[in-house]
């Protein structure tokens, strides 16, 4: 395990004792975002982390994304991470994942899957009170509030500060994890937001 993601655990898990919502199903704290174009190796980060660590895989536009996600699923397996699989949910339950994620860009309709697969974790990425209605209606169990800092995903979009999250964790009452341009130099700056932990891309190869 380097250096930057024991930090990024140790903080995420400190972040979760204090947070406005209390982990009760002891979902991961921490979360990897796969994204092919900054980190082409995604298993050179999978290598190193902790048990219970979330995965989130997207890469949606990948050639052989189903192989990728079925390789994913299988390591993830073998060594208790909790992988979501991005925008798609037959591809999620053909690689029994643990759950899927959805994008903000994506109208997936998800109310029909809770009764069959009840212990799947639902995430979605929040922006806005009005996205948070949204997949609190497709049934979300965890919320990605971003972005938080300056990133490469989101290159135009105003960061929040710390007390704007802190409204949201109390407003929305969910478990919530920050995510958006997250490394260890700033990862400090989110205690007393009231969030649940945080998400990461290049922050866990800084």
Known sequence: MNSSIEILSKKSTKLDRFAK??????????????????????????????KNTGVVFRDYKAPKRKNMAKKMADFCKKNNLILLIGGDSKLALEVGASGIH?????????????????EWIISASVHSKNMFR????????????????????HPYVKPRDRYYLYRLTKEFSIFSIALGGINTDNITKLNGSGINGIAAISGFFK
């Not at 959805?102 to 009840?118: A, D, E």
């Not at 949204?134 to 995903?153: D, E, H, K, W």
């Open 21 to 50: 919502v209390k982990n009760t199903k002891f979902l991961p704290t921490l979360w990897f975002f796969t994204d092919y174009h900054r980190n082409p190796d995604p298993f050179s980060i999978l290598n190193q982390l902790p």
């Open 134 to 153: 949204r997949v609190n209606y497709l049934g979300a169990n965890v919320i990605f509030l971003s972005p938080f800092f300056q990133t490469l995903s």
């Open 102 to 118: 959805i994008p903000q860009f994506n109208n997936l309709s998800l109310p029909y899957l809770r009764p069959k697969k009840s």
